[in-house]
């Protein structure tokens, strides 16, 4: 028995040992040669963890930073008067049928006649694994800049004819000073051809991620929605660890924080993860 225990654990220590070299292999890999992208971020696109005031945090803890992304929605609907930039997956304006067609998904044709077992068979198709293109402060950006602008000019209309909507006039200036600037805009399978669409290297970083049917039973059309990117963290070695010491989440409810303002280069590698190449405070 005392034998059988011995060869498990040696096999147990074996098993863990090839497990950390694989990954310890895989982040070498990935950082091997020159990145392919590099964006600068600030506090807008890497959020801190939410700690509470009364935990104790261990000194030597590790600390990541969440990529902030986002997505364009369709423009107005008759049910929202503006459609605003959501943080996450939502239903991206570009993730149309064709596009869903493009990445592998069986679309049902538009009709107002549509069957709804043809429905039925696209909402129940599984995810799919893809390539996802951010874009760091574009057209996409300023789209959502456009679009806060007239939500809060249709707020202020409201307001002025006695409706009491004052808890929603800050979201022009929030967009201005705390959203996001990193939107999804785009996906597809082959990483070369979407370089060769995005070349600039320092504006748009190719991910991996999960691509599922958007379940909007009610659309006529097909849909899809990003289900999650693979890898949305980011470590803070422990040199850079003092950078983000006193730094607050960037949705505490605050508008503007300048005390918790960073700025952070990030680079994308061979297996499209990113890592932390510089910190500072600003």
Do not use: C
């Not at 070695?237 to 607050?248: E, K, M, Q, V």
């Amino acid at each position: 028995m005392n034998w059988n225990r011995r060869i498990a654990t040696l096999a147990g220590l074996a098993l863990l040992a090839l497990t950390n070299a694989v990954a310890l292999g895989g982040v070498a890999w990935n950082r091997s040669g020159e990145p392919d992208a590099t964006l600068h971020l600030t506090q807008r696109e890497l959020t801190l963890p939410y700690v509470r005031s009364d935990a104790r945090e261990e000194e030597n803890s590790g600390l990541s930073l969440h990529l902030n992304w986002r997505t364009l929605p369709p423009p107005a609907t008759k049910d929202r008067e503006v459609d605003l930039a959501r943080q996450g997956g939502a239903f991206p304006q570009w993730l149309d049928a064709n596009k869903m067609s493009s990445l592998g998904f069986t679309a049902p044709v538009p009709s107002r006649h549509q069957p709804e077992d043809d429905n039925a068979r696209f909402l129940w198709q599984t995810t799919r694994s893809v390539l996802i293109v951010l874009e760091l402060d574009g057209a996409a950006n300023q789209e959502a800049l456009r679009r806060a602008d007239v939500y809060a000019a249709t707020i202020m209309a409201k307001t002025a004819h006695g409706e009491n909507n004052s808890v929603w006039e800050p979201q022009s200036q929030r967009e201005r000073l705390t959203g996001s600037r990193l939107f999804a805009i785009d996906a597809g399978l082959d990483a070369v051809a979407l370089r060769a669409i995005y070349p600039d290297r320092t504006k748009y970083a190719i991910v991996h991620g999960r691509i599922a049917p958007s379940g909007l039973r009610d659309e006529r059309q097909a849909r899809g929605a990003i289900e999650s990117i693979s890898v949305d963290e980011v470590n803070v070695p422990l040199a850079w660890r003092s950078i983000f010491d006193g730094i607050r989440p960037s949705y505490d409810g605050t508008l503007d924080e300048p005390a918790s303002h960073f700025q952070a280069t990030v680079a994308f590698g061979r297996r499209f993860e990113p890592w932390l190449v510089t910190a500072a405070r600003r």
